[in-house]
């Protein structure tokens, strides 16, 4: 006889696990336990069946794989996690007997941990870290924005600031910027790097109100681990671009390797003509070894010319590199200063991603290159109606130009965009414009504005293939011009030809059959036979699917039905006026 099968011993009751006997196993706290979960990577998850997982009972309880708990048994923080707690015990205690010289020893000697293995261990590759970097990013520009009394680490904040500078700075120096957007929460980025897309949210620099529901200990272990992933991936990222990690800016004598010195004050005062230097963005990284500007564009010709004409993906390649490099010196040629009310890192990083000359007043901050009044500024950026002084050898902008200018990839004119203007909509990159979706009226024109840009390349082409087609459709006029033999004879002559004895019958009426309509009900119908044979599961899918295809038609349909109801009001407003 086989061995009797017991209720509750296999299946979804042994695969899931409770959070509480995982704090079990484990034995740790549930705030130890939150914390091992966020820096490993373990979640919890909803089982198919939870009366099933949960052995009969309808108690509502957290589960997790069991497979996932029995993986973080080896881990070897959770040790780190325990000495810690002793450590905490052994302080309180000093504390408690009034032992100060104890308390004071005890905190000498901090029990510290690093997070690098398991770094590896969750990103074995960069372009694993890489996929994975837009959270970390976005994560670590709030931090940085925050003030030092919101109940999160000083010194947390002042890394996420040191490392968001060094973001900034290897987009510039790699030109890997592809799409800005400014909204209410923030300034919206992407760039790609290792042929990986990026994007992130920068929030704006507001007054700060600590909300009291937000629980700053998860956001703080979040931070400690998206921090460690960040440093590795620049580091990775800056030697294999022939940098110096930490960064060297050109016109400082300082080595960042001296920035945890706090002793000698002439190395304070390094530290922050060295800050200063890295957080204006208006000066170029030290690299490892000289780069040889002759050598790379040899380099270039000789791919272009390798280039087999009879290819066409090489030539759409090729075409797509001549499109980037357009694009990364898009300000090359412009000079720009910025006014006081600009967000100057924002608007000094775009500028320079895209080989612009950029400076600012030297009493806002440090790091500008040139004056207000050098004659060689192409543009001036600002964000109020008027300005007392001003000069005829440049142009007076509104700052959404720049980002705008940025998404269409070409400097658009800048008379919609001078000082006190009704701007236009600023719209997003980010958002495609599909044939069911509406699309505004700029981004019309701005279509418009490229398709007549390539109409005018591919000009010979088109020419070409229009002539052709002309010369088809003479031939087929011709053709129809002669009568057919057949329509020529009647109906009761062509019986007489082939002498067809006539039908005791009336004579009856062609009918013609529509195709199209053919075509599409015999597609229908095929439609919905292979829609019956789905399961249910891909059927309720599909039938999400069609309904939000459904209601994109709509929203589209009822967008365009209020634009044409705004332009007959402008219309009668005219007429009136």
């Not at 440093?231 to 920035?259: A, D, E, K």
């Not at 030809?497 to 005791?504: E, S």
Request: aromatic content about 10%; glycine content about 4%.
């Amino acid at each position: 006889m086989g061995k009797r099968i017991k209720k509750f011993e296999r299946g979804a009751a042994t695969a899931y696990v409770s959070r509480n006997h995982a704090l079990r196993k484990l034995q740790l706290s549930l705030k130890d336990f939150r914390r091992l979960c966020i820096l490993k990577g373990v979640y919890p998850v909803e089982p198919a069946n939870k009366k099933k997982a949960n052995k009969g009972s309808t108690v509502l309880k957290t589960f997790y794989h069991m497979k996932d708990i029995t993986f973080l048994l080896h881990e070897p923080t959770i040790e780190k996690f325990r000495q810690q707690r002793i450590y905490l015990k052994k302080f309180k205690r000093a504390l408690g007997k009034n032992d100060k010289t104890g308390a004071k020893r005890i905190l000498e000697t901090p029990v510290t941990y690093t997070l690098y293995h398991i770094v590896k261990e969750r990103y074995p590759t960069l372009k694993d870290a890489l996929r994975d970097l837009d959270d970390a990013l976005c994560m670590i520009y709030l931090f940085s924005l925050l003030p030092q009394r919101s109940g999160v680490d000083e010194h947390m904040v002042q890394l996420c600031h040191r490392l968001s500078v060094e973001w900034y700075r290897l987009v510039i120096h790699l030109q890997s910027l592809r799409k800005a957007f400014i909204s209410i929460k923030g300034y919206y980025y992407q760039c790609e790097i290792e042929c990986e897309t990026i994007t992130w949210l920068v929030p704006h620099r507001y007054s700060y109100e600590n909300p009291h529901y937000v629980d700053y200990h998860i956001m703080s272990t979040y931070a400690e681990f998206y921090t460690t992933l960040v440093g590795f991936v620049m580091y990775r990222v800056y030697t294999s671009s022939n940098l110096h990690y930490p960064p060297r800016v050109v016109g400082s004598s300082f080595n960042p390797s001296q920035l945890r010195l706090r002793e000698d004050p002439k190395v304070d005062q390094a530290k922050e003509l060295y800050l200063e230097l890295m957080a204006s963005l208006n000066q170029n990284l030290q690299t490892i070894s000289p780069v040889d500007v002759e050598q790379q564009d040899d380099q270039l010709i000789l791919e272009q010319n390798l280039i087999d004409e009879s290819d066409e993906e090489m030539k759409k390649r090729f075409k797509e590199f001549e499109e980037l490099s357009c694009l990364k010196s898009l300000f090359g040629d412009l000079k720009f200063f910025l006014n006081r009310e600009i967000p100057r890192d924002h608007f000094a990083f775009l500028i320079r991603c895209f080989g612009g000359a950029v400076s600012w007043d030297s009493t806002i901050a440090g790091g500008s290159t040139f004056t207000v009044d050098d004659s060689s500024i192409t543009h001036h950026i600002i964000d109020r109606p008027n300005l007392e002084t001003q000069y005829i050898t440049r142009i007076y902008v509104q700052p959404q130009w720049i980002v705008d200018c940025v998404n269409a990839r070409r400097l658009l004119p800048p008379s919609k965009y001078f000082p006190g203007a009704t701007l236009p909509p600023h719209l997003s990159p980010f958002v495609t414009a599909d044939g069911q979706t509406y699309k505004p009226t700029d981004l019309v024109t701005l279509l418009d504005r490229t398709d007549d840009i390539n109409a005018d390349e591919n000009a010979e082409d088109v020419d070409e293939i229009e002539s052709s087609d002309d010369s088809e459709d003479s031939t087929k006029d011709d053709n129809e011009d002669i009568p057919s033999k057949s329509a020529k004879l009647s109906y009761k002559e062509r019986r007489k030809a082939h002498k067809i004895k006539p039908f005791i019958a009336k004579e009856g009426e062609i009918t013609r059959v529509d195709t199209e309509k053919k075509e599409a009900s015999e597609d229908r119908a095929e439609h919905k036979l292979v829609v019956s044979m789905l399961s249910k599961r891909r059927k309720r899918l599909y039938t999400r699917m069609m309904y939000g295809k459904r209601r994109t038609v709509r929203e589209k349909e009822g967008l365009e039905i209020k634009k044409d109801k705004l332009k007959k009001k402008k219309i009668k407003k005219s007429a009136i006026k």
